[in-house]
């Protein structure tokens, strides 16, 4: 269906907005609102229907909302005080009342969407959820996390399987979603959910494979094993759950998954304890995973995920905490990254990794084929498409860099990097010059948990951009309050993987009109 208002025209099968003959960068959720409300013209949307039907039920403060309506109104050049496009009903809802001629599609347009998910090509897509930890020991969550991430990793070696990626799927956890919403929210055929508990040298795991369109348990099982067995464990949790698949599906692959594993636990154990340091974002628990997964690598130099993380951690360390980004250490994490992917060249995860090292080392051409590899393993991994976006945008591509933004966010909008995401959109945007839409990009990752100080940075710099100063000395003053090393000397440092010398320069010189010195 096709929307003609104005001098706009959505395209809602293309997921497009154009003016004329240019294509406006929205998020997700503006135009999913903008469908919403051009499809339900006729009447008031409750705020309620909007809510379940953007957020999926899931609970958001009424800010969310109005910032969503903001934002569209921003885009169509209306606002709160005319609503010449949107009429706000008081306390009640919204409803759409410029003039719309809508038409079908014209047949033979086979165009693909750029910003949504992209097609399955008839594959089935699977989605493992972390397993619950039944141990009543907070310190056993690493445990139950391995093992399902483990399976994650495994079943995405099965290239006739489009498997959610371990970001996406973990994202969902401690909301309260029925198997609908995460069959919908999760686009997925398949859900895969399970338990651990421990108890001793014993581990006890419980598995069930869902049909995600029907709600019907296909299979579960339990295994009680000795910790050791650990790994002989997933390969039989792995290969049933394929086997099982199979029949559901036509295929007639039952080869067992090669595996690039540790060969004893503790080094599994110091790899797992490493990326669960690893995701929590801050400068202390990076350099403690730094260790572990250095101490990974020295128990197994085979174990091709210590080394890949490492190298990650590390650039990580540069960009946002106390790690010195020395040539010495770029090295190093290009060696690492390196030995992961010669000892299992066919992980999307190594190939992402590795494009962050090349990035940082302002290698920009092969990281982008390092993401571009990422994304033909697993078109559903999110943080490649972000670190695509990342690459475009460094070499001055921008809208091919905010359509791989936006596709991120579409494909795992509960991303526990989704700060990430947004904020490394919003300094495309600035360097594109859209300071307005970097300004909200910003607003809306400051509210995600973890969010780093670069996202305040970002802020200051697109209010100077749109003569907001006053806002702007605000913000830095807050900024600085947080972190009181944030001086000119310690950004220019820290942006050492940019290059391109009026990006480094406009930046620079809209934090020193903020008043940074």
Known sequence: MRYLFLDFLLDTDQFQLHRGDERIAAEPQVIELLILLLEQRERMVSKEEIYDSIWKGRIVSEAALSSRIKSLRQLLGDDGRTQSV???????????????????????????????????????????????????????????????????????????????????????????????????????????????????????????????????????????????????????????????????????????????????????????????????????DNLEAQRLLKRSQELDPHFGDAFAWWSYAVILGMVYWDVKPTQDMLDAALAASERALNLDPQNATFYALKARVLLARREYDSAITGNQMAIELNPTFAAAHCGLGDSLAYEGRYEEAMECFNRAIALSPNDPQLWAFLTYGALALLFMGDFQQALQWTERASQIPNCQYWTLSHKVVALVELDRLGEAQVQLQQLQKQLPEFTLPFVAEKLFYLKRSEQIEGYLSALQKAGLS
């Open 86 to 284: 949107i009429k706000t009903v008081h306390r009640k809802g919204f409803r759409f009342v410029a003039p719309v001629h809508c038409d079908e599609e014209p047949e033979g347009n086979e165009s693909e969407p750029k910003d949504a998910p992209p097609a399955r090509n008839n594959k089935p897509t699977i989605a493992v959820l972390p397993f619950a930890n039944l141990s009543h020991q907070p310190q056993q969550d690493y445990l139950a996390d391995g093992i399902s991430g483990d399976i994650i990793a495994h079943l995405a070696r099965h290239r006739w399987i489009n498997v959610v990626a371990r970001n996406t799927t973990f994202g969902v956890r401690g909301q309260n979603l029925s198997l609908a919403q995460l069959a919908q929210q999760l686009n997925t055929d398949y859900l895969v959910e399970g338990s651990v508990q421990q108890a001793g040298n014993r581990v006890r795991v419980t598995t069930h494979l869902m049909d995600a369109h029907s709600g019907h348990q296909l299979w579960a099982d339990r295994y009680d094993r000795e910790i050791e067995d650990i790994f002989a464990l997933q390969d039989e949790i792995t290969e049933t759950l394929v086997a099982r698949l199979e029949p559901e599906i036509g295929y007639a692959e039952r080869h067992k998954v090669v595996q690039n594993r540790p060969a004893n636990l503790e080094a599994w154990d110091c790899y797992h304890l490493g990326t669960h340091h690893f995701f929590k974002f801050t400068g202390d």
